[in-house]
């Protein structure tokens, strides 16, 4: 079974421009979720989704920070402009609904670096 | 609100030696109780979870025990290996029907042959 897909794996880009991570849930799930990771700060929850609607975002750092779910299958993460302290490894995340003990499901994480 | 604390790391081990890596959690209502596990250069996964008082989850050789009287749920493995070498994220679901996750800060090991 194929488990989250992000793309891309790395982005290494200069600041002020436009980043855009991808993100492929598993198939069925219904709740998807974006982190940030830092050694500074751990692991931060941005924001997640359920049934494709943002249900909490009061982690997105700043106005900077987007995030869609057009569809089931898909979602995005969008940083414009991009700053060097945005340098971190993102990650998505998806799991199944009904109860809160279901786990969640992480992709391999896009490490992204601003110069 | 909901909270997790772990242990600090990093823990630095010889192979085969007991492990313990120690969390703590406050919350309201009966929240389930996970490890994650973090391979370098890789994303989380599920190692272990809980969903009530005294269960116990295990995996791999990990265990944990889900103890309400001390808000615990404590990580161990009897002879940890080489391989066993990564972080370690301790996490609770969120009350009623939230998804999130509360994790803990995460702690490394280092397993030395």
């Known amino acids: 079974d194929a488990g989250v897909i992000q793309s891309p794996r790395h982005e290494v880009t200069e600041m002020g421009q436009e980043v855009t991570l991808r993100c492929k849930p598993i198939s069925g799930h219904n709740s998807l979720f974006w982190y940030r990771q830092t050694m500074m700060r751990g692991l931060e929850l941005l924001i997640y989704f359920n049934n494709n609607v943002p249900i909490d975002d009061s982690g997105m750092p700043e106005d900077r920070f987007s995030a869609k779910m057009p569809n089931a299958s898909f979602s995005t993460l969008k940083i414009q402009p991009s700053e060097p302290r945005d340098s971190a490894v993102y990650f998505c995340?998806?799991?199944?609904?009904?109860?809160?003990?279901?786990?969640?499901?992480f992709g391999d994480g896009t490490r992204l670096s601003i110069l | 609100g909901d909270s997790v604390t772990q242990m600090e790391g990093p823990v630095t081990l010889s192979e085969e030696a007991f492990l313990t890596i120690n969390c703590t959690y406050t919350a309201t209502g009966y929240p389930s109780l996970f490890w994650y596990v973090q391979y370098p250069g890789e994303g989380l996964q599920l190692l272990l979870k809980a969903t009530k008082a005294d269960d116990k989850g295990s995996n791999k050789g990990f265990e944990a025990t889900y103890r309400k009287e001390t808000t615990s749920f404590h990580l161990e493995k009897g002879s940890v290996q080489v391989s066993d070498s990564a972080v370690y994220f301790c996490a609770l679901s969120g009350a009623g029907n939230n998804r999130k996750l509360i994790w803990g800060l995460g702690t490394s090991l280092a397993v030395n042959p």
């Open positions: 995340a998806s799991s199944l609904g009904g109860t809160t003990n279901q786990p969640q499901h």
